[in-house]
């Protein structure tokens, strides 16, 4: 399998190096081989070779100089679109800057990967949350696949689990944790910090943004919770459709109060079937003790679907992280491979 990797920041260099690591696990359990074939990268540069690229050296190169037009050999200069266009890839997998409020670029990334006959997988949330039902019959009409599992709760195989763990089932609702960084201030809040140190200790470890409005006003949550919708309960949900109020206004005496009542506070993203209407909301709860996402603490994730046949089925796991994520793009890129 040949593929094209659109992006070489965090996450893009963490599944190049899974994908190295993991080569011959890959070839004895699955029968398995692939080769990342060009690489393309705004910051980074970009370099094509159809035997093959070296990812060791790749990954050298950005360690020392944040670069990787200096790899020796192959094509460079090729942008995102002509590398989209003209690279012979099995599947291009795009891993650009995430844009909830237009998509790009990634959503014309994947229009033209589609289009051109090539899987695609994406970690970006952007284009999915805006315009899945697009992408996925534009996918269907040019005979690919569209696979997104690292756009909820990273590398924790929420999707497959929505889409094929469940099939046969009805899912008729769901509400979880999808965001690492609230879940981790509101953790921390309950332990008796203030709510601008934790933020900033947040940022310092890189859970956090410097700008974090995206992760506390819960507009994170909000595209995970549309993605979530459209792909598993079959709507057409659009940002702005899902109700939302972030962390920011929840007090320490909030927090007493939750415990005064033996219950937790807990930015919850939900969807629920109402009538023939899908609708979403994301805002703080105030969650009993025994439920399942009550005990979930830190940085980590959890999601509850609610189906007909099982009652209750609650997956937790990591939501965030670049090896994280690497590994599951993995997961998708064997899921084509199965099916081809």
């Not at 507009?219 to 792909?231: E, M, Q």
């Not at 007090?251 to 979403?280: C, F, M, N, T």
Request: glycine share 12%; net charge negative; charged share 25%.
């Amino acid at each position: 399998m040949k593929v094209a990797l659109i992006g070489f920041g965090t996450v893009g260099t963490n599944f190049a190096r899974v994908l190295h690591e993991k080569r011959r696990l890959l070839k004895d359990r699955y029968g398995f081989e692939c080769e990342i074939v060009a690489v393309s990268d705004l910051l980074r540069g970009s370099v094509h070779d159809p035997k093959g690229l070296d990812i060791p050296e790749l990954l050298g190169l950005v360690k020392e100089t944040n670069k990787i037009e200096g790899y020796k050999g192959g094509t460079k200069g090729l942008d995102s679109i002509r590398t989209i266009r003209e690279v012979d890839a099995d599947v291009v997998v795009e891993v650009a800057w995430t844009n909830l409020e237009t998509g790009e670029p990634g959503l014309t990334h994947i229009k033209e990967a589609l289009r051109a006959g090539r899987h695609v997988i994406t970690s970006n949330k952007g284009p999915i949350a805006l315009a899945y039902p697009e992408l996925k019959r534009l996918a269907d009409e040019n005979g690919v696949q569209l696979r997104f599992e690292c756009t909820v709760m990273s590398g924790t195989p929420t999707i497959m689990l929505g889409i094929d763990g469940l099939a046969g089932h009805v899912v008729n609702g769901f509400r979880g944790i999808l965001n690492g960084t609230t879940n981790y201030i509101l953790t921390n809040m309950e332990k008796g910090g203030a709510y601008a140190d934790i933020l900033k200790e947040a940022q310092r470890l890189g859970y956090a943004e410097v700008e974090p409005s995206a992760d506390v006003e819960g507009w994170d949550a909000v595209g995970k919770t549309v993605i979530l919708a459209n792909s598993i309960m079959g709507t057409e949900l659009r940002p702005g459709d899902v109700e939302r109020e972030g962390i920011t206004k929840i007090a320490p005496g909030d927090i007493e109060a939750a415990k005064r009542q033996g219950k937790r506070i807990k930015l919850i993203a939900q969807a629920w079937r109402d009538g023939s209407r899908v609708k979403a909301k994301v805002a703080p709860e105030l969650v009993e003790l025994s439920d399942p996402l009550a005990s979930v603490s830190g940085t980590t994730n959890a999601l509850t679907f609610e189906t007909d046949g099982l009652g209750a089925v609650t997956i937790i796991g990591k939501g965030a992280g670049g090896v994280e994520t690497g590994h599951g793009i993995l997961t998708d890129l064997l899921a084509i491979h199965r099916s081809m």
